[in-house]
């Protein structure tokens, strides 16, 4: 018997998730789908990657009809997530050959007002969906169901009052769900404004200590570099993310990767869509095995197999680190996560060791073989040696500025 058949799902989804391979539901799943079935509207807080698309995608499915216009819009934070829920949805409105796209900014929008006349369900970036509401090439009208995916994220990033402008351009929706890795105030009280006595859900986050190793060194700036090389080649891993805080790090680590013969990629905001595109594709197909990204990367993405995750810089944001080490250890599969520690990152050390009860044990620096960084060009003139900047040997001269050390506890994107 396979167990979403206790949810009211009509034959035909039935029969579409069991084809997909799904037999039994997740957490969130199991909660929340009987509630979305029913009209409900639902507050769902639930980690990355634990099967909220399927569950908002049952109530999509069975709610919107072909060729009746635009009825449900998902609003997501990124582009990647974006396309991420647009081929899950259409996987599961398989049968009912429902038009489902994807809507974001970075790419031609012409085609997209296209695809909008004849398309059912829209996944979108709010600033791009504004560009198509501003245009009129959307017609909102119709929408009855809507979703926020990884709301939190959306807040995070700015988006607070285009999502408020985007709700009330709903202005017939009949059932509103809000998926987020954390329920925020600002969640709540966007909730309290558009939903009517919404269900709550929720299904617990923290990590599973059994499953997850987590684990720091403490060392200097200028050999962080060198200890990251030492462990991507000692470590016996898989999949393998390395996270960094800005684009000019991610950029300045995988390029000294590929120097010394690690077949690494990166991922943050400053790419093209189709270079962001093409990078999780490689990365999930196991193409390339090492993974350098900003926190874009954390939040929403699908990627299976993670055995590694390197915080080569420690987030400002508590929050933003759970959601790091949440990429590995998952279904039952072991993870580690190793923390690299310099001055820089001790007071956000510091701070996620009060906000969360971790166990992470210090782990002595082994010997190891220093190699010379190769600069990125936006770092200025001359050869960089060491780890991030010239004269750092004699102590004269640091990297980064004295008047610019705080740029690098900012959140990448």
């Known amino acids: 018997m396979n167990l979403f058949d206790n949810f009211g799902l009509s034959n035909e989804l039935l029969t579409t998730i069991k084809d997909l391979g799904f037999e039994k539901p997740t957490e969130i799943q199991e909660k929340s789908i009987p509630h979305i079935m029913k009209g409900k509207d639902v507050i769902g807080e639930s980690a990355t990657g634990s099967g909220k698309t399927l569950a908002f995608g049952c109530g999509i499915i069975d709610r919107v009809t072909p060729h009746g216009g635009v009825q449900a819009l998902i609003l997501t934070p990124t582009r990647e997530l974006a396309e991420q829920v647009k ?47 501003e245009r009129r090439t959307i017609d909102t009208s119709k929408v009855e169901l809507l979703v926020l995916d990884e709301a939190d994220r959306m807040f995070d990033m700015g988006f607070v009052d285009d999502v408020e402008r985007i709700i009330h351009a709903c202005p017939n929706k009949e059932q509103a769900l809000f998926f987020s890795a954390t329920i925020s105030s600002r969640v709540k009280n966007l909730a ?71 077949d690494a990629i990166s991922i943050h905001g400053g790419l093209t869509q189709n270079k962001r595109t093409q990078t999780i594709e490689s990365f999930n197909d196991k193409r390339i095995g090492v993974l350098v990204c900003t926190d874009v990367a954390a939040r929403g993405l699908h990627i299976d ?15 933003d680190y759970v959601h790091r080490i949440g990429r590995t250890a998952r279904a039952g599969e072991k993870g580690k996560v190793i923390n690299m520690l310099c001055d820089y990152d001790h007071d956000n050390f510091s701070r996620i060791l009060r906000e969360y009860t971790f166990t992470i044990q210090k782990i002595e620096k082994p010997y190891i073989k220093r190699v010379m960084a190769v600069r990125n060009d936006s770092f200025g003139r001359g050869n960089f040696r060491g780890q991030q900047g010239r004269g750092q040997q004699s102590g004269r001269r640091q990297w980064p500025p004295r008047n610019n050390r705080r740029r690098s506890f900012r959140r990448g994107s």
């Open 87 to 133: 081929g899950s949805l259409k996987q599961l409105s398989a049968q009912k050959r429902l038009n489902v796209i994807a809507v974001y900014g970075g790419v031609s929008i012409n085609p997209q007002i296209q695809e909008l006349r004849r398309s059912e369900v829209v996944i979108a970036t709010p600033g791009r969906l504004l560009d198509h509401l």
């Open 305 to 319: 197999n993670v055995s590694h995750i390197y915080n080569y810089e420690l987030p400002a944001d508590p929050t």
């Open 192 to 262: 309290n404004r558009h939903m009517t006595q919404p269900i709550n859900v929720s299904v617990d986050n923290q990590v599973d200590p059994s499953k997850l190793k987590q684990v720091y060194y403490d060392v200097e700036k200028n050999i962080k570099l060198s200890l990251l090389l030492h462990l991507l080649k000692e470590e016996n891993s898989g999949l393998v993310m390395v996270f960094c805080n800005t684009r000019r790090t991610t950029d300045f680590v995988v390029k000294n990767l590929r120097v010394n013969k690690v």
